[in-house]
């Protein structure tokens, strides 16, 4: 993309004619800033998305803060599709961000809360293997030697798939019902119930209907306002969750992946491949990205959060310890397998659980603050690597991965220690594994048979008095969608 931009400008007479990006000249230097500029408004974007998108969310509702973010989407698209100038160019980027940031809030906790305890990693994996997806396509579009969109003439074009994605978002989603939790919380039980039977098929067991409603009330009494920061500084059952959350969060980032893809077509090139080939070879890398993250989503409800995470961290450092060797020693192929090796168990671990683990953690009170924070320390880690890597890169040259080697080695061992299994558990039995005598132990199994006698001293007038568990007539009558 950066050279077609290049161009664009350069016939519109706002860069210099005579810059060439594979010549490291002055004329070049005021382009290359204010692309720098422009790449990195999409991390300050995010990061702003963050803040905004989890508060809104809960306010307004899960699903009206994803149609929310269609309208940064929008305007970014046309903006970057024809900038009349670099700060066109720059406020399309940051929108594309706040888009993104609020997406990546927004759209994990809502697909988290409408789903089945047995079916919530597999699900909420969904949403990384659709970021997979993405980065796949816009790769393969600007990729020359597959001749698709990749030219001078046909870059814009591209802008045209998520224009058209936001449009099918915009189309569907009104048609689908608001997260069940949300509503309990700010409408009461029948609307709670509504949205539950319409993400439910009709033939869904009622006492597990039941349950999940009865799970929704006790994680709504913990608190009956929102949590703020002070809240959560006074409360270890909110701040160490939060704290586990943002570390994996952190994971994401500092395991080196972005690092990997800004170096990944050098790797290419210096094994002995052509400009084109390398970056037909990146292309075919964010396809393993996807292919990975499929067995991730079967895995992620049978091995658990734990067992995924800590082995792809692993995995990452093991293969990190290759890539420095095989650079080290100038074993071209080595480096290419080990580049690969880096990508997939990326996809398989910390790529696919860092954007649902918060919903996990953390009860619905404390959701926003903990998925702004969260999510904040990701964008922010991500442009923190974005402006280090290059100077890391000059500094260590082919050591430059022992960085990551020791970041995932630290990870792995946090991982193995502190990072609780969420699989198949409510969020107040995670709860329960935060307490001080929990923590150093393994959580111990729920008490279901306490979790099925009334609930006393009922703090919220809007969840109302609980039905007898053998009268589930009311269940059974069909509802019509949100």
Known sequence: MEVYILHYFQARGLASPSCDLEVADSDCAEFRFWWSVAVSGFAMGGLLGTVIFPALANKIGRKKAILATTVFCYISCYLIAFPRSWLDLIIGRIMVGVGAGGACGAVPTYITEISPNDLRGTLGTVHQLMITIGILT???????????LGNDQLWQYSLLVPFACTTFLLATLPFCAESPPFLLQAQGEEAAKDALRW?????????????????????????????????????????????????????????????VFYYSTSVFLSSGMELETAQLATTLIGLCNVIVTIPAMLFMDKAGRKVIQAAGLGGMCLSYVVMTIALVCNLHTLSVIAMVMIICFFAFGPGCIAWFIIAELVPIHARGIATSVALGVNWSANFFIAFVFPHILSYLGRWTFTVFVVSTFILTLYTIIFLPETKGKTVMEIRETFSSSNMLRPASAPNLAAMDQPLLGNKRSTIGSMPNIHDLSAFAQPSAPL
């Not at 999940?212 to 306002?225: C, F, G, S, V």
């Not at 002070?230 to 270890?236: N, P, Q, T």
């Open 138 to 148: 816009s790769q393969a579009l600007s990729t020359t030697k597959l001749h698709l």
């Open 199 to 259: 993400f439910r098929r009709a033939d869904y067991d009622q006492k597990r209907f039941y349950r999940e409603i009865r799970h929704m009330k006790q994680e709504i009494e913990l608190a009956d306002k929102t949590a703020s920061v002070v809240d959560v500084l006074k409360d270890e059952l909110l701040w160490k969750p939060i704290l586990i959350g943002t570390v994996v969060n952190l994971s994401m980032q500092f395991s080196g992946i972005d690092a």
